[in-house]
């Protein structure tokens, strides 16, 4: 018996299921709740069935030629139940695997042992560069035409130094892709040089001569006391930028004059210990009472739950004049260098700075920390900074009468 269109849609739903017989095996399925095309058959003797879609979706012409495509599986020694099976789950699988999909995985396997500064771009870069145009397709469907029409619009919106960051995420996600059997090849590793980039402008650091001028004109500058404090302790104690901007009070252990930065703030992942001067005590205890109650040092402007932004240096140092010249990160070169034409011995500068011992026989096995050196170091670097005015040691603080 041959179906036809008329003879499907006059059956009605029965209590028991009907089987409409099409002649070549092929047989529609009707219950209660739907009309469905199956194909029983033997497999290994084992007995199958398969089942190739809900009728009306899928019409009476298409069934039988699904059905010719699964007696031709079985000719040649596939059985068609399993080989739709694993199609299933590698479509599935393709959708597991997206581009998003992967970069979180990548993420999280790498977090606890990054920055906050490291996790804050990535997890920016792939939020608002990449995630919007690729994030919802597989793996294997990112090429490198396609990535570098993503790379193109953030290049036209944000610069190209900002897209080629995004490139160098997409290259960790991708590679990341790789270690885990999900693609063979990294479409952003084959992107490199992909636009021109800008020469990169090193700043020198300030002179020996300069420093004095720059904490005039630090003291003269007619923003926030606080933000002003911010450069001073950085001056002080040669920390990174966000090191400082997102130092928490807790940290601070103010009757043995020491900073503790835990690991995960820290860019070596090292915890750091900063040996405080006068100086740097007297600063803090003016700036207490302007961090208005807040866990940070420097609260932001918007919410004394955050810490300020990283860029608030920065505007500080170009409002200066200091902004094509000299960065806040100059700072370090420029302690680093009076320390060392002072005759401190380098291995106590390179503590102090958090610098990862280069050579790996060495610092496997020395883990001095130079402590009594490095206090002394540092009340050394901030007396040269400020000056004590006094035999006792007393010390002037250039902000108490600057403006807010």
């Not at 944000?158 to 960790?172: H, N, P, S």
């Amino acid at each position: 018996m041959i179906l036809t269109s008329k003879k499907i849609e006059s059956t009605k739903p029965d209590v028991q299921p009907q089987k409409l017989p099409d002649g070549t095996g092929l047989y529609l399925y009707v219950t209660t709740k739907a009309k469905s095309w199956r194909f029983d058959y033997r497999f290994s003797n084992r007995r199958y069935t398969i089942t190739f879609g809900l009728y009306p979706t899928v019409g009476l012409a298409e069934a039988r030629e699904l059905l010719r495509d699964a007696k031709k599986k079985i000719a040649i020694g596939i059985n068609p139940a399993i080989d739709k099976r694993l199609r299933k789950l590698a479509l599935e699988a393709s959708f597991v695997d997206t581009f998003e999909a992967a970069a979180q995985n990548w993420f999280a396997s790498k977090q606890d042992q990054r920055s906050t500064v490291w996790q804050e771009a990535h997890s920016l870069y792939l939020r608002r560069d990449l995630n919007p145009h690729i994030g919802k397709l597989p793996l294997t469907a990112i090429d490198a035409t396609l990535l570098l029409g993503v790379l193109e619009r953030a290049k036209a919106e944000r610069g190209v130094r900002t897209a080629e960051r995004a490139r160098q995420t997409a290259i960790q996600v991708f590679d990341h892709g790789i270690r885990k059997l999900k693609i063979q090849a990294n479409p952003a590793r084959l992107l490199k040089g992909w636009a021109d980039l800008p020469a990169q402008v090193s700043h020198r650091p300030l002179r020996e001569d300069e420093v004095h001028d720059f904490v005039v004109r630090l003291d003269a500058d007619p923003g926030s006391i606080s933000t002003k404090l911010c450069i001073l302790l950085m001056l002080f104690t040669f920390v990174r930028k966000s090191e400082i901007a997102q130092a928490r009070w807790s940290e601070f252990d103010l009757q043995r004059a020491t900073w503790s930065i835990p690991p995960e703030r820290m860019k070596m992942r090292d915890a750091h210990v900063v040996p405080l001067s006068r100086q740097a005590l007297e600063a803090l205890a003016q700036l207490r009472p302007l961090s208005f109650g807040s866990k940070f040092l420097f609260p932001s402007n918007s919410s004394i739950e955050k810490p300020m932004s990283l860029s608030t240096p920065n505007v500080v140092f170009k409002r200066m004049g200091y902004g094509d010249r000299f960065s806040p990160h100059g700072l370090r070169a420029t302690a680093s260098t009076w320390l060392n034409n002072r005759g401190v011995r380098a291995d106590v500068i390179e503590r102090q700075l958090a610098h990862a011992e280069r050579n790996r026989i060495r610092a496997a096995y020395n883990h001095a920390d130079y402590m009594p050196e490095r206090i002394a170091m540092m009340q050394m670097w901030a007396d040269f900074i400020e000056p004590p005015t006094d035999a006792a040691g007393s010390v002037w603080i250039p902000y108490r009468c600057s403006a807010t």
